[in-house]
């Protein structure tokens, strides 16, 4: 039996959980392959049983980018999918939402759950001897207890189906709170109006900028442009944050909030996303 996992990280920490999801799963009778969005066409994603699909948790949901991917991908016809999301402090009903989409494609509803680890919004805006910048690094990233919960669920599952049980017997029902849906609504909005409103108009690259085209190739919706050698951001950002925190030169700010501040990663400090663009130099 074979389990896709497929993910979207923005700096590392998804494509973390993703990989030590796989790690803590290799004992269950399954083969497991992971690919990022970033490598992979949603439509053509060749032979597989079972679908885990993992991003970052933005406004109590899964990014944009990420949920028009979900409706690309090839009809369930009633496979399995499970969902995983890191999170930064709150998922609210992100996971419930992404299973929401998954059974829309037509895939059987498996379960998953969301996974703490830094917030990579907030730590750019802190001091590099914050506490909170100290948390992130002292943190025992070798044992990560909500990750051990979600992959002893998805083992169980996927035992049942390895033993030729039907998808269906594992169908996770999905709860309908309108509470919980309320509450979500409102993070999501404040969140997104302080995302798009504020933060996205105000990324530029201050003095330090050398002009190596690095954020043009990281960024995930080609949003980035070199003219005259100075890095320009459209109005396609989701924003994932990794530019800010992967310029070698840290030099990409959001105003003046970011500057010196603490810059992420990933969890073992080597995250590089896998698939890089190619610069594109436009002149004026
Ligand atoms: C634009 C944006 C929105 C976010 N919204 C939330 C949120 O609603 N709840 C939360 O707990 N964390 C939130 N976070 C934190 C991320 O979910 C968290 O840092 C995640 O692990 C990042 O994963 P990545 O490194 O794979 O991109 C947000 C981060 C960003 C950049």
Known sequence: M????????????TAYVADYLA????PAPVQIEIRSTEQQSASDLGDFDVLATGFPVYGCDSPSYFQSYVTHLPPGE????FAFGTK???????????LRR?????????????????????????????????????KDYDHLADADRVAGQMAGVLSGLAAGE?????????????VGNSLDRVWAFLYNLLAERYAVSRFWADERCNGCGLCVRLCPTGNVELRDGHPHFGDQC??????????????????????????W????????????????????
């Open 265 to 284: 990663h990933g969890p073992r400090g080597d995250f590089r996303p896998l698939r890089l663009r190619k610069a594109r130099e436009v002149t004026s």
């Open 238 to 263: 989701m924003p994932c944050m990794r530019c800010i925190h992967l310029c070698p030169r840290a030099a990409i700010q959001i105003g003046g909030f970011t500057v010196d501040k603490f810059r």
């Open 102 to 138: 998954l059974a829309a494609r037509g895939y059987v509803p498996l379960g998953g759950g969301s996974v703490m680890m830094p917030g990579t919004d907030g730590l750019a805006f802190v001091g590099k001897e914050s506490w909170m910048a100290r948390q992130a690094l002292d």
């Open 88 to 98: 930064g402090a709150f998922a609210g009903g992100a996971i419930a939402q992404n």
């Open 166 to 178: 039907p998808a269906e017997a594992y169908r996770q029902p999905l709860p309908r709170s309108r």
């Open 2 to 13: 074979r389990l896709l996992v497929l993910y979207f990280s923005g700096t590392g920490n």
């Open 23 to 26: 790690r803590r799963l290799a």
């Open 78 to 81: 009633g496979r399995g999918a």
